[in-house]
Every structure is written in C-alpha cells, then in structure tokens.
C-alpha cells in the first residue's frame, strides 16, 4: 500500500461537508416573513403578517400548526385555533387535546411553544437570535446521530495489516460531490428539489452500505463509528429538507447541527493519524 493513499484527506471530511453547508452565514439574523408551499400545483405564500381568518394565528402559523388559514376554528369544538394555540391547545383535534401530546412536534412548534412559555412572546417570529437562545436551552437538538455499539462488529485483531487494508478502504468510499448546497435547496424548494434529494439520499445510502461491509479493527472501532454517524447524520439533515415549509426552526437548527458534523469529521481525521502514528503504517 502506498503512503500516499493513507494520508489523502477522507472524502467525507470537513473539506467536502463544508461545501454543502458554506452559505450558512449569510443569512444570519434574517426574519423569515413568509412561507411558500405548494398547494394541488399552485404555489402559495403564507405570511406571518397576514391572518385571513382573523382567529388570531398568522396564516404561515397555520401551515406550522396544520389548521386552515380560512377557518377560524379547525377543529369546530368552538374554540378558535388562535385561542387554543396560545392556551398550549391543540387547533386541529376537538376538545382537551394538548399540542404537547403530539407523538411528533415539529422543532417550529416547539420553538413557538417556547416563545410563549419562556419570553412571552405570543406572537412568534423566526428569528435567529432567538432560535440561538432556544437551542442552547434544548442541546440535544443538536446532537448527532448516535451509533450502537452492538451494531458494529469488530475483528479482536490490531494486525498492522488489517489497519492498513482497513484505511485504505475508508479512503476509498466518498460522499457525492458537487450536488447544490443545502441553503440552495432549502430556500427554493420544489419539484426538482425532490428529485436532486432523492438522489443525493440514495447515494448516501450506498456509503453507509460501503462502511458496513468493511472489516473493522478493533483498535478502528472509534473511527468506524465516527464515520457511520456522519453520514447517517448527513443523510438526516438532509432528509429533513422534505419538510422545510412546515417546520422551518428545523432547517436553522440543521444548519447549526452541519458545524458540529463539520467538527466531528476533523476528529476523526485526527483519529486516523493517531492510528497511522501508533502501528506506524506507513
Ligand atoms: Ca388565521
Ligand atoms: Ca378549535
């Protein structure tokens, strides 16, 4: 094996990750106004500023929540969904139904809920600020997918050859390259977009598998999951991307989340080099 293969830069390090994620900064601090969705083809902005069935929720709130912009109470049990909405009440079940006992809260309505709890604010604007504050309240938002221990199978041995063979076939195996970033992707989501996703999903897909046939030295098993985390990571945040119009707080927190992706690859390349440096592969 030559010296040169090993010490190529991963394909699935921070360099390639940054190049999906590098507009990141530039629309900081922007308030979002409105949201876009497409409606039986027809494209439709919901405003945050703009509430036609006057019950008190925003018609873009409503899209979060899932009640009509043009009904005033959803669900008919008298309570308007704006009423019920700023009592922790869910709009669109009738009765007693809490927003809370939702099995799925998208991370918008947990941030709304937030807002109202936590800063009074009953009338919610996406702000990244704030969006800052509640991340920073709520870290697990920002964790990484987690790899069992049990699911990677390791080989007892540490021979210099199986850590050799082993990188050089990390090194083979590569994230897609030259797909649009993800701030392209989310800010302009359509039709193609599922497709250029679907795409990109499949192929992230067949890195996973590409790890999971590997043969794992024990003293790899750090890097393996490393590596397995970031691109089921990866393959998350941009799967999430399905649903940016109904939960927009998601997509600002995948993008806080991609930093950590980012720092996560450049540990295991440090890890990498320790293990060349230790069984001095060469
Ligand atoms: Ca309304
Ligand atoms: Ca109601």
Partial sequence: MKKKILFLIFAIGGALLFTYFATQNQRNNQ???SLEKVVDNK??????????????????????YGSKPEVSDTDGDTYTDGD???????????????LSDRNTQSATIQYFSWLRENKNIL?????????????SSRPELLSLEEIADDS?????????????????????ISLPEGLVSYREIASDFNKESYETLNDLLGKIELSYLDFSYLEVPLAAKEIQ???????????????????????PVQIEINLKKANKLIERSQEIERLKLELIQKYEIS
């Fill in 152 to 172: 990677i199978s390791v080989t007892t041995s540490n021979s210099k050859e199986l850590i050799r063979a082993y990188l050089a076939e990390v090194n083979k």
């Fill in 43 to 64: 494209q439709i902005v919901y405003s945050f500023y703009e509430d036609d069935d006057l019950d008190g929720l925003s018609n873009a709130e409503e899209t979060i």
């Fill in 123 to 135: 009338e919610p604007q996406i702000e990244n600020f704030l969006i800052e504050e509640f991340v």
């Fill in 31 to 33: 308030q979002l106004a």
């Fill in 225 to 247: 999951k490393g590596y397995l985390s970031i691109i089921k990571t990866f393959s998350s945040i941009f799967s999430d991307l399905k649903y940016n119009k109904e939960d």
């Fill in 84 to 98: 019920e909405v700023k009592n922790g009440y869910d709009p669109i079940v009738a009765g007693s139904a809490r």
